[in-house]
């Protein structure tokens, strides 16, 4: 053997047990960074899997796990970069496209996340995750449809997984169907042992049909469950079923009469505003369904008056612009609020004022009138009955 051969040899023997010598080296790295990530060690573990990764930079398990330790330290940028290294050394991975989906969300980026779970659910059409994922995104951006059809896609996957019937439920009371809600929510739980998300749904949606016993009956279940999660939830849910809520206008007792629609000319209103340059002081009346706080109602800047820009308060003018001349405006805030704790009703006062011309124009029906204050009992209004307008006629 000649010495060119030898050195070749001796190069490359040197060179595997090199090799050798840096899987190994990144594999105990990686087995450290797992003891500091059981013991909450956060900063230490990263340590060990950025070691890992200089030894090993094509590492899956070291980005994978780097990206999850960052997560868990609500590092969301650094999470994404991790994950995005992964998806580089393993762009099949459907998993890989969950983990950055993930990061996304966590980061409040919901439309990247969304983007990055459509392309995990193609990748493997058979797993729920993505799906379940993007159903959840949608409900909570009251895309509402296609949350449907991705909670579908989750009980056709797996039948007897609970999650998908939960989400239709969730869905349902967001809609209002309470039947629907139950229906399914019970589905979940037949499915899931102490599901915790689905006994609030119930309750929810048995808060939704007036069946308040039954909802109590499902903030019992999660009390007595006692995690942090059903505590929380069944502190939730109690806080909804004894909110304070508007339950409406009333008309006949209020000198603005908020049925009238688009197009409504002032001086038909009232006589006082035929001449040009004139205002005019309306009262609207509202009934509340508990006591409420007197100081908190009676405060001006807990209330507002805006015009309707859609759902269930409707389109102001049906969505048609005025000629700014001819448009009315009104006030923010009323002018003043006198409530009486009696019959628990507020009445607000405020100011029209008619144009140059007298041919002022509004929509009392899309006059949207908000509450933001407490009760007696310093509740917070209920989200869902806070606000109302003439066409929705219930507060929404």
Known sequence: MDFTTSSNNLFAALST???QLRASVAQYSLSTAGTFLQAGKYPEAIGQLKKALSMDPSSTDAYNNLGNTYLAMNNTKDAVVAYKNLIRLN????????????????????????????ISAKMDPSSTYAPYALGNIYAQNNRLGEAEVQFTKVTKIAPQDGHGY??????????????????????ALSLKKDFEEAHFELGNAYKGLGENDKAQEQVDILTNLNTSNSTTLAGDLKQALFAPKIISSLPDVSSFKNLKGPDTLLKS??????LPNTSKDFSMVFQFNTEMDSSSIMNVANWSIAKASGGE???YNNGVNLNSDIETSVARNPKRVVYNPTNMQATLTFTISQNAFATGK??????????????ANGNKMDPAADQVDGAAGLAF
């Open 17 to 19: 047990d090199q090799s």
């Open 91 to 118: 762009p099949t991975s459907a998993d890989a496209y969950n983990s950055l989906g993930n990061a996304y969300m966590q980061a409040g980026n919901n439309a990247e996340a969304e983007k990055q779970y459509k």
């Open 166 to 187: 939960y989400g239709l439920a969730m869905v349902d009371n967001k809609l209002g169907k309470y039947d629907d809600a139950v229906t399914l929510a019970n589905k």
């Open 269 to 274: 209103l009232d006589a006082a505003l035929f």
């Open 313 to 315: 308060a409707g389109l």
């Open 362 to 375: 509004i929509d009392p029906s899309h006059l949207v009138f908000q509450f933001s204050g407490t009760d």
